[in-house]
T-cell receptor, first 116, second 115 residues
């Protein structure tokens, strides 16, 4: 089954404790992206990756890091989490970055992160 | 500054009636527009899209209209069903390979369809 998986689905942590949210896709997609969803703010892109070893900042990259060492994985790293990073995080993947025909972007189920 | 705007955070419609969700964009370089649907505790899923060379695209109960001169698109759901209750995100992208060649999302509209 074609899918994007994220782990963990739920996480409660404390300020300053480094954490990693994993994302994996099995569709051989080149493009992967991380978003956060906050009430009233919709989906905001954190980082994206056009291909292996190619990453770039989205709209809200501060406080986050990513890496793309393999095509299928795109982990999101919070080196020193803070309460303002409490949010719902989504990983997504597609063949290309743009939204053109047949290039549907698939989303993972989300990770709800709470930073105390 | 938001390039894709959904100015109505919520919409409530009776079952069987038409739901109209609106979206405005600011960048005339956007050439592809999409709607995503999101249920609670799930990731967004693709619903329908339209290229800038068209002004209408229909898929069953869902139709998207694009007015390029007004930089406005809308999603019509007819007839609305309770299962359509979800958050709907409008998204846009620009020419592939350009700085706009990725998805830009609006803030979403919560649609509630009541019996």
């Amino acid at each position: 089954e074609a899918q994007v998986t994220q782990n963990p689905r739920y996480l409660i942590t404390v300020t300053g404790k480094k954490l990693t949210v994993t994302c994996s896709q099995n569709m051989n997609h080149e493009y992967m992206s991380w978003y956060r969803q906050d009430p009233g703010l919709g989906l905001r892109q954190i980082y994206y990756s056009m291909n292996v070893e190619v990453t770039d900042k989205g709209d809200v990259p501060e406080g986050y890091k990513v890496s793309r060492k393999e095509k299928r994985n795109f982990p999101l790293i919070l080196e020193s989490p803070s309460p303002n990073q409490t949010s719902l995080y989504f990983c997504a993947s597609s063949f290309r970055a743009d939204g053109s025909l047949t290039n549907e972007q698939f989303f993972g189920p989300g990770t709800r992160l709470t930073v105390l | 500054d938001q390039q894709v705007k959904q100015n109505s955070p919520s919409l409530s419609v009776q079952e069987g009636r038409i739901s109209i969700l609106n979206c405005d964009y600011t960048n005339s370089m956007f050439d592809y527009f999409l709607w995503y649907k999101k249920y609670p505790a799930e990731g967004p899923t693709f619903l329908i899209s339209i290229s800038s060379i068209k002004d209408k695209n229909e898929d069953g109960r869902f139709t998207v209209f694009l007015n390029k001169s007004a930089k406005h698109l809308s999603l019509h759901i007819v007839p609305s069903q309770p299962g359509d209750s979800a958050v709907y995100f409008c998204a846009a992208s620009g020419p592939r390979g350009s700085t706009l060649g990725r998805l830009y999302f609006g803030r979403g509209t919560q649609l509630t369809v009541w019996p």
